[in-house]
C-alpha cells in the first residue's frame, strides 16, 4: 500500500506484488471481488490465503477462466483475471468479446509480461494485445509502467462499470515513475511527466522511462523534450494529443507493441479524423516481425526502439 | 414417479409450442434453427413449466434458478416456452422475431430483453459461464441452481470440457447441465467424422452425476428432474437427454437439411398436420 512505499524515481519495485496488495485491500473492503487464475497467479499468492471462497484457479484454460469471469460479472462480482497478457489477450479473446464486452460486463483483466519484457521469447511476447484489445467493443485499455499506478488504477476501477483491460510491463521489475498520491489518474487521461517545447514523445507502459532518459539526452544536445505518459489508450486523451501537436509541433511515438496497431495508431487515426496534423510524425516500436529471445532491454536496442533511439528519432525530427 | 396430472400439462403445453414454433417458422421469411427447436421442446417446457423456481413478474428475483442457453441458436425455443410461462407477449413474438430492432433476436441478448439471463449464440461458451453462476451462488450462501442447456454438437468445443472439470474438480453441486444429445450436428450425424461416445462416461470420468433420459418422454423428463440432488451434493449433475431433431414433424426427423431453414405455407400445413396426427403421442389429449 502507498503508505508503505519507498519512493524513488527509476527504482524497481513489482507491479505484481502491487496488485497483489490491492486486491486484499479491495476484497476486504468489497464482498463482491475475485481474484482468478489460469494457473497464472503469482500476484494472489496471499489472497488465496485470505479468501479462498473468491479464488478460482482452473488450471491452464484461460477461454474457461474469462467466460467464468463473465459468469461472477452476470452475479453483480468484480472479477479481476490475473495471467500473462498473450494467453489473456489472444487464447481468450473470442471469450473476452462475446461473454464479457458483448454484455458489458465489469471483469478486469491484470496482465503481465506487456511488449517483449518477458523474455521467453515470441510465443510469450506480447505485441498484439492492444491491437486486440482496443478493437473490442465495450473494452476500454489502460498500459502502465509505474508499478504504484496500479493500485491507483484498480482502486479507480471499483466503480468503473466496463470492462477494463490493464496492461502491465515486465510485472517483477517494474521503474517507478511518479510520487504515490502526486497524480490522479483517470480512464481518458493522459499524464505529462516532463514539459517541454521542441517535441513530443508519447509512450506508455515501460517506455515512459525511456522516454524521459531519452529526454535527458535530448537535454544535453539544448533539446527541449515533452514526455506524456499516454497511459489511456482506449479512450484516447485527444485533448492533450492535440495540444502537444499545438505546443510542440514534433510527434513521436514509442511503444513496447506492434507498431501498426497500438498507441500509434490511435494517435494517427485521431490526427487524421480531427484534421490536425503534427509538423513531423514518427513512430517507434516492435517491427513486423518475431522478436524471438532476449531481455526487454536488450531487444528494444536490437530493434530499435529505446532511449538511444528515440533521441536520435527526435534529432532527426529537428533537422 | 411423476404426476399423470402434471405431465398431461406439460404434454399439452410441448404440443402448443410445437404448433406455434411452426406457425412462427411459416410466418417469418428469413430461416429459424427448427431442428434443434423442436429437439428441445419437452426439455424446455418441463424446465420452464415445472423444474424451475422462476417468476416472470419478478425476472431479478435473488433466489430464482438461472438458465443459460448455451445453444443460442435454439432462441426461439427458450423464447416460446417463456412466453408460455407469461414472461413475453406472443403476437410481439410472433410479429417481430428476427426483424431490425426487435428483443426477440436469432440468438438471445440478455440487453435486448430483460429476462434471459445470458446472451449466448457462439456456441461453447454458455457451460463456463454458468459455472461463474454457480461459483457466485455459493459463495454467497444463495439456495438456486444454474441450469445450462447445451447441444451435443457444441461439446466438441475444448472450452466446454475445460468447464466440466472445473465444475467437477469444485463440486458445484449447485450447476445442472442438460445436453440435447440429437446426435446430429449442422452438417453431419454423430459418428459421420466426430464420434462423441462413450457419451455419458466422458461426463462421469470428469466427476459428474450423470443421468441420462429419453428428452422426448415427459414423464421420464419429470423424473430426471426430481432425481436432481439437492445443491450441497459433492457434484455437479448432466441430463443426457437423447432427442431427435426436427422431433413430431416427419420430414424434418433425422434429415440433415433441417438443422435450420424456412417453410413454405404447404410445409407450415405438412408440419401442423403432422403434429396433429401425432395429437396423442405428443400429449396433446386431454
Given at each position: 500500500?502507498?503508505d508503505?512505499?519507498?519512493?524513488?524515481?527509476?527504482?524497481?519495485?513489482?507491479?505484481?506484488?502491487?496488485?497483489?496488495?490491492?486486491?486484499?485491500?479491495?476484497?476486504?473492503?468489497?464482498?463482491?471481488?475475485?481474484?482468478?487464475?489460469?494457473?497464472?497467479?503469482g500476484?494472489?499468492?496471499?489472497?488465496?490465503?485470505?479468501?479462498?471462497?473468491?479464488?478460482?484457479?482452473?488450471?491452464?484454460a484461460?477461454?474457461?477462466?474469462?467466460?467464468?469471469?463473465?459468469?461472477?460479472?452476470?452475479?453483480?462480482?468484480?472479477?479481476?483475471?490475473?495471467?500473462?497478457?498473450?494467453?489473456?489477450?489472444?487464447?481468450?479473446?473470442?471469450?473476452?468479446?462475446t461473454?464479457?464486452c458483448?454484455?458489458?460486463?465489469?471483469?478486469?483483466?491484470?496482465?503481465?509480461?506487456?511488449?517483449?519484457?518477458?523474455?521467453?521469447?515470441?510465443?510469450?511476447n506480447?505485441?498484439?494485445?492492444?491491437?486486440?484489445?482496443?478493437?473490442?467493443?465495450?473494452?476500454?485499455?489502460?498500459?502502465?509502467?509505474?508499478?504504484?499506478?496500479?493500485?491507483?488504477?484498480?482502486?479507480?476501477?471499483?466503480?468503473?462499470?466496463?470492462?477494463?483491460?490493464?496492461?502491465?510491463?515486465?510485472?517483477?521489475?517494474?521503474?517507478?515513475?511518479?510520487?504515490p498520491?502526486?497524480?490522479?489518474?483517470?480512464?481518458?487521461?493522459?499524464?505529462?511527466?516532463?514539459?517541454?517545447?521542441?517535441?513530443?514523445?508519447?509512450?506508455?507502459?515501460?517506455?515512459?522511462?525511456?522516454?524521459?532518459?531519452?529526454?535527458?539526452?535530448?537535454?544535453?544536445?539544448?533539446?527541449?523534450?515533452?514526455?506524456?505518459?499516454?497511459?489511456?489508450?482506449?479512450?484516447?486523451?485527444?485533448?492533450?494529443?492535440?495540444?502537444?501537436?499545438?505546443?510542440?509541433?514534433?510527434?513521436?511515438?514509442?511503444?513496447?507493441?506492434?507498431?501498426?496497431?497500438?498507441?500509434?495508431?490511435?494517435?494517427?487515426?485521431?490526427?487524421?479524423?480531427?484534421?490536425?496534423?503534427?509538423?513531423?510524425?514518427?513512430?517507434?516500436?516492435?517491427?513486423?516481425?518475431?522478436?524471438?529471445?532476449?531481455?526487454?532491454?536488450?531487444?528494444?536496442?536490437?530493434?530499435?526502439?529505446?532511449?538511444?533511439?528515440?533521441?536520435?528519432?527526435?534529432?532527426?525530427?529537428?533537422? | 414417479?411423476?404426476?399423470?396430472?402434471?405431465?398431461?400439462?406439460?404434454?399439452?403445453?410441448?404440443?402448443?409450442?410445437?404448433?406455434?414454433?411452426?406457425?412462427?417458422?411459416?410466418?417469418?421469411?428469413?430461416?429459424?434453427?427448427?431442428?434443434?427447436?423442436?429437439?428441445?421442446?419437452?426439455?424446455?417446457?418441463?424446465?420452464?413449466?415445472?423444474?424451475?423456481?422462476?417468476?416472470?413478474?419478478?425476472?431479478?428475483?435473488?433466489?430464482?434458478?438461472?438458465?443459460?442457453?448455451?445453444?443460442?441458436?435454439?432462441?426461439?425455443?427458450?423464447?416460446?416456452?417463456?412466453?408460455?410461462?407469461?414472461?413475453?407477449?406472443?403476437?410481439?413474438?410472433?410479429?417481430?422475431?428476427?426483424?431490425?430492432?426487435?428483443?426477440f433476436?436469432?440468438?438471445?441478448?440478455?440487453?435486448q430483453?430483460?429476462?434471459?439471463?445470458?446472451?449466448?449464440?457462439?456456441?461453447?461458451?454458455?457451460?463456463?459461464?454458468?459455472?461463474?453462476?454457480?461459483?457466485?451462488?455459493?459463495?454467497?450462501?444463495?439456495?438456486?441452481?444454474?441450469?445450462?442447456?447445451?447441444?451435443?454438437?457444441?461439446?466438441?468445443?475444448?472450452?466446454?470440457?475445460?468447464?466440466?472439470?472445473?465444475?467437477?474438480?469444485?463440486?458445484?453441486?449447485?450447476?445442472?447441465g442438460?445436453?440435447?444429445?440429437?446426435?446430429q450436428?449442422?452438417?453431419?450425424?454423430?459418428?459421420?467424422?466426430?464420434?462423441?461416445?462413450?457419451?455419458?462416461?466422458?461426463?462421469?470420468?470428469f466427476?459428474?452425476?450423470?443421468?441420462?433420459?429419453?428428452?422426448?418422454?415427459?414423464?421420464?423428463?419429470?423424473?430426471?428432474?426430481?432425481?436432481?440432488?439437492?445443491?450441497?451434493?459433492?457434484?455437479?449433475?448432466?441430463?443426457?437427454?437423447?432427442?431427435?431433431?426436427?422431433?413430431?414433424?416427419?420430414?424434418?426427423?433425422?434429415?440433415?437439411?433441417?438443422?435450420?431453414?424456412?417453410?413454405?405455407?404447404?410445409?407450415?400445413?405438412?408440419?401442423?398436420?403432422?403434429?396433429?396426427?401425432?395429437?396423442?403421442?405428443?400429449?396433446?389429449?386431454?
Open positions: 500500500m502507498a508503505k512505499v519507498t519512493w524513488n524515481f527509476g527504482e524497481f519495485l513489482s507491479a505484481r506484488s502491487v496488485a497483489g496488495e490491492t486486491i486484499i485491500e479491495l476484497a476486504k473492503k468489497y464482498p463482491n471481488v475475485w481474484g482468478i487464475t489460469a494457473d497464472q497467479g500476484a494472489l499468492k496471499q489472497f488465496k490465503k485470505d479468501f479462498p471462497e473468491r479464488f478460482i484457479d482452473v488450471g491452464i484461460e477461454q474457461n477462466l474469462s467466460g467464468i469471469a463473465a459468469g461472477l460479472a452476470l452475479e453483480g462480482n468484480i472479477p479481476f483475471i490475473f495471467g500473462m497478457i498473450p494467453f489473456m489477450s489472444m487464447r481468450a479473446c473470442e471469450q473476452n468479446r461473454a464479457i458483448y454484455q458489458d460486463l465489469p471483469v478486469r483483466f491484470i496482465g503481465t509480461g506487456g511488449g517483449l519484457t518477458s523474455g521467453a521469447g515470441s510465443t510469450h506480447a505485441m498484439e494485445d492492444i491491437g486486440i484489445m482496443k478493437s473490442l467493443v465495450n473494452m476500454t485499455v489502460l498500459s502502465i509502467g509505474d508499478p504504484n499506478m496500479v493500485r491507483d488504477i484498480m482502486l479507480l476501477s471499483m466503480t468503473y462499470p466496463h470492462p477494463l483491460y490493464l496492461r502491465l510491463a515486465q510485472g517483477k521489475k517494474d521503474r517507478m515513475l511518479y510520487e498520491g502526486k497524480y490522479e489518474f483517470k480512464v481518458g487521461m493522459g499524464l505529462t511527466a516532463r514539459e517541454g517545447k521542441d517535441a513530443t514523445v508519447l509512450a506508455h507502459g515501460e517506455m515512459v522511462f525511456e522516454a524521459l532518459e531519452a529526454a535527458n539526452l535530448l537535454k544535453e544536445d539544448g533539446i527541449d523534450t515533452r514526455v506524456v505518459d499516454m497511459y489511456s489508450i482506449k479512450p484516447l486523451d485527444k485533448e492533450l494529443l492535440f495540444k502537444c501537436i499545438k505546443d510542440t509541433g514534433n510527434i513521436l511515438v514509442l511503444e513496447d507493441h506492434l507498431m501498426d496497431c497500438g498507441l500509434a495508431s490511435a494517435i494517427s487515426d485521431a490526427c487524421m479524423d480531427e484534421g490536425i496534423y503534427p509538423k513531423k510524425f514518427k513512430r517507434l516500436g516492435i517491427p513486423q516481425i518475431y522478436a524471438g529471445f532476449g531481455s526487454g532491454e536488450q531487444l528494444r536496442k536490437k530493434f530499435g526502439y529505446d532511449k538511444t533511439a528515440a533521441a536520435a528519432a527526435v534529432k532527426d525530427m529537428l533537422k | 414417479m411423476a404426476d399423470p396430472k402434471e405431465v398431461k400439462r406439460l404434454q399439452a403445453l410441448a404440443y402448443d409450442m410445437r404448433k406455434k414454433l411452426i406457425t412462427l417458422t411459416g410466418y417469418y421469411e428469413g430461416i429459424v434453427h427448427i431442428g434443434g427447436d423442436l429437439s428441445v421442446t419437452d426439455l424446455l417446457i418441463a424446465l420452464y413449466h415445472y423444474g424451475m423456481k422462476v417468476d416472470p413478474k419478478n425476472i431479478k428475483a435473488p433466489d430464482r434458478d438461472r438458465f443459460l442457453l448455451s445453444k443460442g441458436h435454439a432462441a426461439v425455443s427458450m423464447y416460446m416456452a417463456m412466453t408460455l410461462r407469461g414472461y413475453f407477449d406472443y403476437d410481439t413474438l410472433m410479429k417481430t422475431y428476427g426483424r431490425l430492432d426487435s428483443a433476436g436469432e440468438h438471445p441478448c440478455k440487453i430483453l430483460p429476462g434471459v439471463e445470458c446472451s449466448t449464440g457462439s456456441l461453447g461458451q454458455g457451460l463456463a459461464i454458468a459455472v461463474g453462476m454457480a461459483f457466485s451462488a455459493r459463495m454467497k450462501k444463495e439456495k438456486h441452481r444454474v441450469f445450462c442447456m447445451m447441444g451435443d454438437g457444441e461439446t466438441c468445443e475444448g472450452e466446454v470440457w475445460e468447464a466440466v472439470n472445473t465444475a467437477g474438480s469444485y463440486k458445484l453441486g449447485n450447476l445442472v442438460i445436453v440435447d444429445r440429437n446426435k450436428m449442422m452438417t453431419s450425424f454423430d459418428g459421420d467424422y466426430m464420434n462423441l461416445e462413450p457419451y455419458a462416461d466422458r461426463w462421469r470420468a466427476n459428474w452425476n450423470v443421468i441420462e433420459l429419453d428428452g422426448h418422454d415427459m414423464a421420464a423428463i419429470v423424473d430426471a428432474i426430481d432425481q436432481i440432488p439437492p445443491i450441497t451434493n459433492p457434484k455437479p449433475t448432466v441430463l443426457i437427454a437423447h432427442t431427435t431433431k426436427g422431433k413430431g414433424v416427419s420430414y424434418m426427423e433425422h434429415e440433415i437439411n433441417w438443422h435450420a431453414g424456412s417453410l413454405s405455407k404447404a410445409d407450415t400445413e405438412k408440419a401442423l398436420a403432422d403434429i396433429e396426427a401425432n395429437y396423442d403421442k405428443l400429449g396433446g389429449g386431454k
